[in-house]
């Protein structure tokens, strides 16, 4: 039988001991693996991803310590945390802080001596939110249907896709009108002034900017600024959740 070495503490492992990654290298179950959240699909990631989604919990971690988890008991209505999920990991948004952090909870092994290990991200950089539900058999064999809350951050190194199990489609619906209203996303047409305007603006640009192609005089700046219109239009205005993120995580991006 070959034998492999892990390829981030350089342990031999074996056919039980060992993870195999996708870019063929292994690191070793008994460590290494348990460093990374349950949710982060090992088997699609390289050696690359593993050790970036290390780095991403430990930095994580520190900030969940000491600038989130404080805000959690905070009786300042403005700096409350919201949470999210069920089961593990949960998320907890921190809108005065234009953060999120994914949370999971180890109960006995214990990587940074916390029991509580989190990935942040900025609220600012949530690309995606979408229902997903899955029919899968329970431990007695009976078909059960389970809900999440896929989610998808753009720019991040790391775990940068999870799904959050939430307890059905309400709660799911409740999720994304929380993000939708954070980032000023009006998808009901009871409110669709606003709304309008924008994808007429959105529109209107695009029209030019295929006129401008179409007679070959599009330029760098015009294409740039259609792109700029339409990611407004279907990501919302996140100019503040940008920079409050970035107030934030200045002490820690040093
Ligand atoms: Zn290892």
Known sequence: MAKHTCAICGIEVGLMSEQKLADGNFICRKVCSKKTFKNFDKVSATLGDVTAHIEQIEKGTRIWNELLLPLKKSKNKDEKLKMMGVGGPLLYASPSTGLVALVETRYKFMVFGKSELACVYRIADLMQYDFVE?????????????????????????????????????????????????????????????????????????????KAAAAGTLDEAQAAETIGSVDAYVHGDRTQWIEKADAALAPYNK
């Open 134 to 210: 899955e029919t899968a058999k329970n431990s007695e064999g009976k078909e059960e249907k389970k809900q999440y809350c896929a989610m998808m951050f753009k720019d991040t190194a790391g775990m940068y896709g999870f799904r959050l199990a939430v307890s059905g489609r309400k709660e799911y619906e409740s999720i994304a009108k929380y993000f939708d209203t954070l980032f000023g996303i009006q998808k009901t047409l009871g409110n669709s002034f606003k709304n309008a305007k924008r994808q007429m603006d959105a529109i209107k640009s695009i029209t030019n900017t295929v």
